[in-house]
């Protein structure tokens, strides 16, 4: 549901109108707005059937909470996985991955890695717009001409913090390069579902890396 202020302040001006002149002692004690898209004709009535319905056909419940459910003016034309949310009708600024292929998620040209030198952890956060496996993961070689130090990439579940993958670079073992960066392979393949949350962290970089 696409909610504008003119819609939702009419939405609040039915609640409170609704709040006041309703209930035993004129107010309701609880509210509950569920917003529906306007052909999910059959999940509006699951609820209708069970506790949904019970609130309107028993009047305990009835004097005591008010029940409603917000449903837009016309149909979202957008398929809800190219929408911004799922509750909204704005077109995600998406582009679909390359399919069967194995792509590098994230690329830096030569003037950038000749202007950032990082020093200690480096990592960024991102969020998974289409269901991808993760092979491998890789660490910045400046220069392409080896490490000078141990690196360790991390790969964490940013929600929970927990540690789902990490690999060990080394002078001896320093992995394959493509495009200043250097690949190892996880140890195990690692497919992240639509939407989940991942920050990704390399640490040990000096100024002699």
Not at 174 to 199: I, M, N, W
Request: charged residues 20%; hydrophobic residues 40%.
């Amino acid at each position: 549901m696409n909610c504008n202020l003119a819609a939702c302040l009419f939405l609040s001006v039915l609640i409170e109108f609704s709040f006041r002149e309703r209930g035993p002692t004129g107010r309701f004690e609880l509210a509950v707005v569920i917003p529906s898209a306007r052909n999910h004709f059959a999940l509006r009535k699951v609820l209708r059937d069970t506790w949904f319905g019970d609130i309107r056909r028993q009047r305990y419940f009835s004097d005591r909470i008010y029940a409603v459910f917000v449903v837009g003016l016309k149909s979202c034309l957008i398929h809800p996985v190219k929408r911004h949310t799922p509750f909204s009708c704005e077109p995600a600024d998406l582009v679909y991955p390359v399919l069967r292929r194995t792509v590098i998620s994230m690329r830096v040209s030569s003037s950038q890695t000749e202007a950032v030198v990082p020093v200690g952890p480096v990592g960024y956060d991102f969020q998974v717009n289409f269901p991808i496996a993760v092979h491998s993961l890789g660490v910045y070689d400046f220069g392409s001409d080896g490490l000078q130090s141990n690196l360790t990439v991390t790969l964490y579940d940013t929600t929970t913090q927990e540690k789902i993958s990490h690999i060990v670079f080394t002078p001896q073992d320093a992995g394959v390069v493509a495009d200043s960066v250097r690949f190892k392979p996880c140890a195990v393949s690692l497919v992240l579902p639509k939407e989940f949350r991942a920050t990704v962290v390399a640490e040990g970089f000096t100024d002699r890396f």
